[in-house]
């Protein structure tokens, strides 16, 4: 079965910190680069990351660049969304999905179920 599977939301407080995690099955870990998307109450989908599966070419909004951090561990098919600095605007549903670095900005393909993030006092 293709899928990716994210966990890791929660409530953060603004300037703290938290790590988001995407497990994705073999097939769609061997063959797509992965990254992140997220929606907030109301708005549309926007594009936040994403990360090459053979290299370390990364892409990364505007929005959040600086403040975040997409990493990759092929070995457990997993990819990681470390909020570093997070502000009151990055409160939204995190989804994991495949991704396109050949465009820019990054297409998305196949997502997952998604990861509420609060970023408040």
């Known amino acids: 079965q293709e899928q990716l599977v994210e966990s890791g939301g929660g409530l953060v407080q603004p300037g703290g910190s938290l790590r988001l995690s995407c497990i994705a099955s073999e097939m769609i870990a061997d063959w797509y680069d992965i990254g992140w998307f997220r929606q907030a109450p109301g708005k549309g989908r926007e594009g936040v990351s994403c990360?090459?599966?053979?290299?370390?070419?990364?892409y990364y909004a505007d929005s959040i660049k600086g403040r975040f951090t997409i990493s990759r561990d092929n070995a457990k098919n997993t990819v990681y969304l470390h909020l570093h600095n997070p502000k009151s605007e990055d409160t939204a549903v995190y989804h994991c999905?495949?991704?396109?670095?050949?465009?820019?900005?990054?297409?998305?393909?196949?997502w997952g179920q998604g990861t509420q993030v609060t970023v408040s006092s």
């Open positions: 999905a495949t991704c396109d670095l050949n465009s820019d900005p990054p297409s998305y393909g196949y």
């Open positions: 990360i090459s599966r053979r290299d370390n070419r990364t």
